[in-house]
T-cell receptor
Framework: DVKVTQSSRYLVKRTGEKVFLECVQD?????MFWYRQDPGLGLRLIYF???????EKGDIPEGYSVSREKKERFSLILESASTNQTSMYLC???????????FGQGTRLTVV | QKEVEQDPGPLSVPEGAIVSLNCTYS??????FMWYRQYSRKGPELLMY????GNKEDGRFTAQVDKSSKYISLFIRDSQPSDSATYLC????????????FGKGTKLTVNP
């Protein structure tokens, strides 16, 4: 079974802190994604990586950056956390050319 | 016009009912059509996908694609309380972008 593991289920951070969300997949997928999910807004793509060290902005990249130094790991960085970044964050991975994307269990981040 | 439209519900049905969940889309180039199920506070999990037009059945679940109408459906027969979840449709181009386009999800409750 494909496994996508996010480092934390729940996080509480203070405004202005630098926050790291980690995601690891074990299926050698080329593509990895970070989404945030908010009530009424659905899944919104923050960043996408199609290969090691390669990244592409999604629909809402402002306030976020990403890092992909190894194929299996994709990190989302909140440079200076703000209360409007309180959300559910979901990581996904997908093999190139295949339609199925596999999601992690999500990280519920609260910024206070 | 959004690329993918999905009625957010909520939808509430009695146990044993047939449930119909639907999405419409605007991009006629979509070739892969997916349905994800997301339980509360968990990541989405892939239920099934179809390629191009036609039907696909998996147990109590049937996915239908009508490309002429740009309309996809997921039917759940003999619905169970364990089917209570949010259902998201997603679509993908073939040979194009690796990014899935998601509907906002429909929240379903099956009452015992």
């Amino acid at each position: 079974d494909v496994k996508v593991t996010q480092s934390s289920r729940y996080l509480v951070k203070r405004t202005g802190e630098k926050v790291f969300l980690e995601c690891v997949q074990d299926m050698d997928h080329e593509n990895m994604f970070w989404y945030r999910q908010d009530p009424g807004l659905g899944l919104r793509l923050i960043y996408f990586s199609y290969d090691v060290k390669m990244k592409e902005k999604g629909d809402i990249p402002e306030g976020y950056s990403v890092s992909r130094e190894k194929k299996e790991r994709f990190s989302l960085i909140l440079e200076s956390a703000s209360t409007n970044q309180t959300s559910m964050y979901l990581c996904a991975s997908k093999s190139r050319g295949r339609p199925e994307a596999f999601f992690g269990q999500g990280t519920r981040l609260t910024v206070v | 016009q959004k690329e993918v439209e999905q009625d957010p519900g909520p939808l509430s049905v009695p146990e044993g009912a047939i449930v119909s969940l639907n999405c419409t889309y605007s991009n006629s180039a979509f070739q892969y059509f997916m349905w994800y199920r997301q339980y509360s506070r968990k990541g989405p999990e892939l239920l099934m996908y179809t390629y191009s037009s036609g039907n696909k059945e998996d147990g109590r679940f049937t996915a239908q694609v009508d490309k002429s109408s740009k309309y996809i459906s997921l039917f759940i027969r003999d619905s169970q309380p364990s089917d209570s979840a949010t259902y998201l449709c997603a679509m993908l181009l073939q040979g194009g972008s690796e990014k899935l386009v998601f509907g906002k999800g429909t929240k379903l409750t099956v009452n015992p």
